[in-house]
């Protein structure tokens, strides 16, 4: 299975502090996302980085990639308690580009 | 507009039922995805439209069935569920290429069913 596993499978901190996720996948890819889910809502996108990027930021967030190591990882800075929320990354695969493997997600809650 | 709208937002129905869920997107993606997500597990994929033609099938039960009647819409029709098919079902959408497969870009996902099967 190309599904990526993430860890840790939950994190609580307080606001203010930041947080890191870690992703790790098990084929090669084209591109590596992440996005954030609210509590049974949709899923939203956040960022992507792709297979010949090593670090790429959006605001208060930043993520790595190691294609060496088959793994990504998402920091958010400087967290606040809106920032809670189920957080996954997703792959789409070089060879079955069309299809997306979530990973297993974080469960951030970011308490006030 | 950059939304992906599902309706209806919950959905109860019996074993004996049929019911449909709706997806609506106005961006001009001409891939469309069906999503099933049990509670705290990823989403895992059911099928992909492109060009309103499916081109994935992840072994979904025959129970589900999906349909692209036109570029914006697509539906996935329930019948004969079971329990165990209660979820959150997610749709998506992303651009494709011009050979029609899709662009390795982002997915745009709407707020999904939640469905209970009694």
């Known amino acids: 299975s190309q599904q990526g596993e993430e860890d840790p499978q939950a994190l609580s901190i307080q606001e203010g502090e930041n947080a890191t996720m870690n992703c790790s996948y098990k084929?090669?890819?084209?591109?590596l996302q992440w996005y954030r889910q609210n509590s049974g809502r949709g899923l939203v996108h956040l960022i992507l980085i792709r297979s010949n990027e090593r670090e790429k930021h959006s605001g208060r967030l930043r993520v790595t990639l190691d294609t060496s190591k088959k793994s990504s990882s998402l920091l958010i800075t400087a967290s606040r308690a809106a920032d809670t929320a189920s957080y996954f990354c997703?792959?789409?695969?070089?060879?079955?580009?069309?299809?997306?493997?979530f990973g297993s997600g974080t469960k951030l809650n970011v308490k006030p | 507009d950059t939304e992906v709208t599902q309706t209806p937002k919950h959905l109860v129905m019996g074993m004996t039922n049929k019911k449909s869920l709706k997806c609506e997107q106005h961006m001009g993606h001409r891939a469309m995805y069906w999503y099933k997500q049990k509670a705290k597990k990823p989403p895992e994929l059911m099928f992909v439209?492109?060009?309103?033609?499916?081109?994935i099938n992840e072994s979904v039960p025959s129970r589900f069935s999906p349909e692209c009647p036109n570029s914006s819409l697509l539906n996935l029709h329930l019948h004969a569920l079971q329990p165990e098919d209660s979820a959150l079902y997610l749709c998506?959408?992303?651009?494709?290429?011009?050979?029609?497969?899709?662009?390795?870009?982002?997915?745009?996902f709407g707020p999904g069913t939640r469905l209970l099967v009694l």
């Open positions: 998506a959408s992303s651009q494709t290429t011009l050979a029609g497969a899709p662009r390795q870009e982002t997915q745009y």
């Open positions: 084929t090669s890819i084209n591109n």
């Open positions: 439209y492109s060009y309103e033609k499916l081109s």
């Open positions: 997703a792959t789409l695969g070089r060879n079955n580009f069309n299809k997306f493997y």
